[in-house]
C-alpha cells in the first residue's frame, strides 16, 4: 500500500513574539478571522478558543446561536496547540468526524514568530478527501486565514 500525504500546510511570519502570537491566535480569534469563512447562519460575533485541552473552539453568531468547529486535543503555549475541525465537506459539524489543525509558533528572532499550520487526517472526509484538500489548498482558504492573521499580529 502506497501512503500518501494529505496534510495541508501554511506558514506566516508575524513581528510580535511566540508568546504574545500564540495569545492573539488562540484568544482573541475574533479579530482576525475572515468574516465569510463561518458555518452559521448568522454573522460571527466571537469565535471562542477555550484555553484547555477538552476546551470546545466554536463560534458564537449575532443572533445568540452556536456552531461547533471542534475540541482541543493539545494546548501548550506558547509552543503550540492542536484542535479538531469536524466540519464536513457540506459546511457542518459531524461529531464523527474528526481531522486536526496543529498551529505552531517558532521564535526566529528580533521579536518575531513563525507561525505554522498543518491541517492533516483529510481522509477522514472519505470519498471527499481529494476536494476537500483542493478546498483547503485553494489560497483563499488557509492561506487567506493566515494572511489576515498576520495582518492584525503585524
Same mark, same amino acid.
Given at each position: 500500500m502506497i501512503e500518501t500525504d494529505s496534510a495541508v500546510r501554511r506558514e506566516v511570519v508575524v513581528d510580535v513574539p511566540p508568546a504574545r502570537a500564540f495569545e492573539l491566535f488562540t484568544a482573541d480569534m475574533t479579530s482576525w478571522w475572515p468574516a465569510d469563512h463561518h458555518i452559521g447562519s448568522a454573522p460571527i460575533a466571537e469565535i471562542?478558543? $477555550?484555553? !484547555? %485541552?477538552?476546551? !470546545?473552539?466554536? /463560534? !458564537?453568531? $449575532?443572533?445568540? %446561536? $452556536? /456552531?461547533? %468547529?471542534g475540541v482541543v486535543v493539545v494546548w501548550e503555549p506558547p509552543g503550540r496547540f492542536v484542535v479538531t475541525w469536524q466540519i464536513g465537506a457540506d459546511w457542518k459539524f459531524h461529531t464523527d468526524l474528526v481531522t486536526t489543525v496543529e498551529v505552531r509558533f517558532e521564535p526566529v528572532g528580533d521579536g518575531r514568530t513563525r507561525v505554522r499550520l498543518e491541517h492533516r487526517d483529510l481522509d477522514a472526509f472519505g470519498a471527499d478527501a481529494a476536494a476537500m484538500k483542493e478546498t483547503f489548498e485553494d489560497p483563499g482558504a488557509w492561506q487567506a486565514t493566515l494572511r489576515a492573521y498576520a495582518s492584525v499580529a503585524s
Open positions: 471562542i478558543v $477555550e484555553p !484547555r %485541552t477538552g476546551g !470546545r473552539w466554536f /463560534t !458564537r453568531h $449575532e443572533d445568540g %446561536t $452556536e /456552531t461547533s %468547529t
